[in-house]
C-alpha cells in the first residue's frame, strides 16, 4: 500500500468515527428511514444478485454502523430498501437493539431505527 493510500485510508478513517461519535451522542440526528442512496437497484433485480451490485462487503457495513452506533451486531443483511441498495445492520446496544441503514455504494450511515426485540432474544 503507497503512502498515499494510507493517508487517505486513515483520513477517511478518521471522519467516519468522527462523524459516528457525532451520531451516537445525538449530535447529529439520522432519519429513521431510508431517504435515498448513492446505488440504485434495477427494476426486477432478484435478491439473489443484490450482492453484487454492493460497492462494499458486509464487514465495511458492520464497521460504519458500529462506528455510528457502539455495541454488538446482531445480524447483517443487504436489501432493497425504496428503490435502493443498502446493508441493514442490527445492533444491540444498552438501550436495545436498532436497525442502522447504511448505503452498499460509499458506506454512509443512512438511517437508525430503534427495532423491536423480538426477533433478537436468546
Not at 36 to 45: E, H, K, M
Not at 115 to 120: A, W
Request: aromatic content about 2%; overall charge negative; hydrophobic content about 45%.
Amino acid at each position: 500500500m503507497t503512502k498515499r493510500t494510507r493517508l487517505m485510508t486513515s483520513l477517511a478513517l478518521l471522519a467516519t468515527l468522527s462523524t459516528g461519535a457525532a451520531f451516537a451522542t445525538g449530535a447529529l440526528p439520522l432519519p429513521d428511514e431510508v431517504k435515498g442512496a448513492s446505488l440504485q437497484v434495477p427494476r426486477g433485480t432478484p435478491k439473489g444478485e443484490l450482492i453484487k451490485l454492493a460497492k462494499i462487503d458486509q464487514a465495511q457495513a458492520e464497521a460504519a454502523a458500529l462506528a455510528a452506533l457502539p455495541g454488538k451486531v446482531v445480524k447483517a443483511k443487504l436489501e432493497k430498501e425504496d428503490g435502493y441498495l443498502v446493508w441493514q445492520v442490527d445492533i444491540q446496544h444498552a438501550q436495545g437493539v436498532s436497525e442502522v441503514a447504511v448505503d452498499a455504494g460509499n458506506g454512509k450511515v443512512l438511517a437508525l431505527e430503534a427495532e423491536e426485540d423480538d426477533d433478537h432474544e436468546g
